[in-house]
Every structure is written in structure tokens, then in C-alpha cells.
């Protein structure tokens, strides 16, 4: 058990923890290798179909925790130590959710805004904290926020080094859901036991699709979907929710 994670399994579904509270959960170098080996860990087990994200403490995550300095060789470790494991979260086949209270800045929130899902409470924030500092968003920021919000509005967020409020980042599209504090866990909770019921092999090939094809022509997602339903078609799931479809009952998907 890592001493900056904690990964705790209930069914189908996985809970890691960014356990440094006392830092705000800054991430540091045990925390960039204890988050690679958590998503390899996950990816693992297959009795796991969906992961919840969060943060213990006051906050999701504060970002880079740069109270040891800057490494000179910033490129290096932002691809060695952070691409795995933000790369390893798009590229997973469980469906990750992020639980976004109180501040999710810098790098940090590049993790909530890279997992499948994103549920926040009403009173959070994602924080640009770069541009205080200047510097541009690593992690994948840049990309997710001119997905998310336009290049005029990502482009404004990024100079201005704005805190982003969860009302907008709804507006934006950068999360699912906002819900009161005192109802995030809840919420994402069952979040995640609907996403865990879904039928597991669909649910990763559409994670597949739309993590690739949005770059592509209409005629790439055309040929993708094809692939992937090809395969699908193929699946015990398939034929269970076929079956189930016709006795008019719930199915119950194996991710067979």
C-alpha cells in the first residue's frame, strides 16, 4: 500500500485516493510513480469495470508540488513521470470517473479533466495556476481545454490564469455533473454503479471510439464504429441483451 494512494475495491468498482491532505495533494515524485502503477494495477483486474478518482482531504489535487524545486529537465519529467499514467487513464479499458471537490490547479486538473467522467461539487474549481507562475498548461491541459471550452475561451483561461467555477465548467462541457458537496460522493457513486452495470465490452469500445476519432473524418468514425460493432456482435453480452430485450428483463452482462 502506497503511502501518497490508497486503492480500495467494493464489486466492480475501484476507489484511488490521492492521500497527501496535508499538501492539498500536491503530486510528487512518489505520487507520479504511485499513480503509474495504480492505472497498470487496475487495468489488471478484471473483476474492476469502472475507477473513481478523488482526493482526500480539502481538495482534489493542487497540482505539481514544487516546494522541492522545479526538475531542470521539465520535458523529461513530464514524459516519463506524468504521460504514463494520464496516457494510461485515456488508454485503460475500465471507465474512470473523476470526484472533483474544493480545487483541482494545475496538473491536477488535467487528471480530472483527462478521466471519462467528471462529477464536482458546486463550490470547486479547476485552477489554470500556470500563467501565476509563467508557464503554459502541461499534462494535457491545453488539449482538453480547447476540447472542452473553444480556443477563445481556453485561450482566455490559459493567459489569465483563471479558476474555472463548476457552473462553468458544466457550461463548457469539462464535467457531467455539479451536485451540492455533501452530495458529491453519493453522486459519483452511483455514477459509477450505473456505468458498472452497463454492458462492459460496449462501454470499451465506446471509449475507444470517441477517444480516437475525434481528430478523424466522419469516415474514420464510421469505419471505427463498424470494427468495433463487428466485435461486439460477437460477445455472450450481446446475445444476453438481445435475449434479455425480447423476455423483457434487465440483462446481466458478463463482459463476455
Known sequence: MSDVIRITRDGAIATVTLTRPEAFNAINADMRKALIDAVAEIDADDAIRVVILKGEGRGFCAGADLKGGLDPKVDNMLETEYRPSLEGIARSPKIWIAQVHGSAAGIGAAYAMNCDMVVMADNASLYMAFAAISLVPDGGNTWLLLKGMGYHRALQAIIEG?????????????????????????????????????????????????????????GEAFSAEAREQQALTKSDDFREGVQAFIEKRKPEFQGK
Open 162 to 218: 483563471q479558476k474555472i467555477p463548476a457552473a462553468d465548467c458544466l457550461q463548457y462541457g469539462l464535467v457531467n455533473q455539479v451536485v451540492p458537496e455533501d452530495q458529491l460522493e453519493a453522486e459519483s457513486r452511483a455514477l459509477a454503479d450505473r456505468i458498472a452495470s452497463a454492458a462492459p465490452l460496449a462501454a470499451q469500445a465506446a471509449k475507444r471510439i470517441l477517444r480516437t476519432v475525434g481528430e478523424g473524418s466522419f
